[in-house]
């Protein structure tokens, strides 16, 4: 199954994911921008086709950092729907024009659920930089490369759970990416995570 499409994983994404909550964040670094963070339950296996198989997420970033981001779009474009359509319900007292806002921007991003951003029971993280995968992706770029996010990116983690981030919008719309953030995609093509 590691060679399929990468549509196939999305769409499938798109139809079995379980949307576990939604909440607004407020930006620490700069005030009056604000975002949605989901989370979204897909189980072990689609997570790890998701994730780890070549013609996952990663394995777009993989590719080129161009690859990423086209990668990142096109999931946005398959779940975006359901997940304003799954408002009403999961983000009580979220402003719905925030919503729109934040997963429109073109930082928005899915990654693993850490244990760093906990912010109700259903969103508990399953990762952490103690997290030691058993598996190991070998790709002749992550596993040499001295780095601590090499080092993380080069596990296969076996997750169930995805963060969905939207950006950091104001009311204008103007977008706000955490200077450590800038360069996430080449983060991830270099060493599979940021």
């Known amino acids: 199954m ?3 499409p990468f549509s196939y994983i999305v769409d499938r994404i798109r139809c079995e994911m379980n949307i576990l909550c ?12 604000a975002r949605v963070v989901y989370c979204a339950e897909i189980g072990e296996t689609l997570f790890d086709l998701f994730f780890n198989s ?8 993989f590719e080129s950092p161009e690859s990423g981001l086209a990668a990142n779009r096109q999931l946005f474009c398959a779940v975006k729907e359901k997940l304003l359509s799954g408002s009403s319900e999961h983000c009580k007292g979220v402003d719905s024009a925030l919503v729109r806002r934040s997963l429109s921007a073109p930082s928005a991003k899915t990654w693993v659920a ?8 259903s969103c508990s993280g399953e990762w952490s930089t103690s997290h030691k995968s058993d598996l190991e992706i070998a790709n002749d770029r992550w596993e040499i490369a001295n780095h ?4 993380w990116g080069r596990q296969a983690p076996r997750f169930r759970k995805l963060r969905i981030f ?8 103007d977008e706000y990416i955490a200077p450590h953030k800038v360069h996430r995609a080449n983060d991830i093509w270099q060493w599979g995570w940021s």
């Open 148 to 151: 601590t996010h090499a080092e």
């Open 22 to 33: 939604c909440h607004p964040q407020d930006c620490d670094n700069s005030p009056g921008f």
């Open 2 to 4: 590691s060679g399929v």
């Open 166 to 173: 939207g950006g950091f919008v104001n009311d204008a719309s």
């Open 54 to 61: 070549a013609s996952g997420y990663r394995g777009a970033y």
């Open 114 to 121: 850490e244990c760093t951003l906990e912010l109700c029971a």
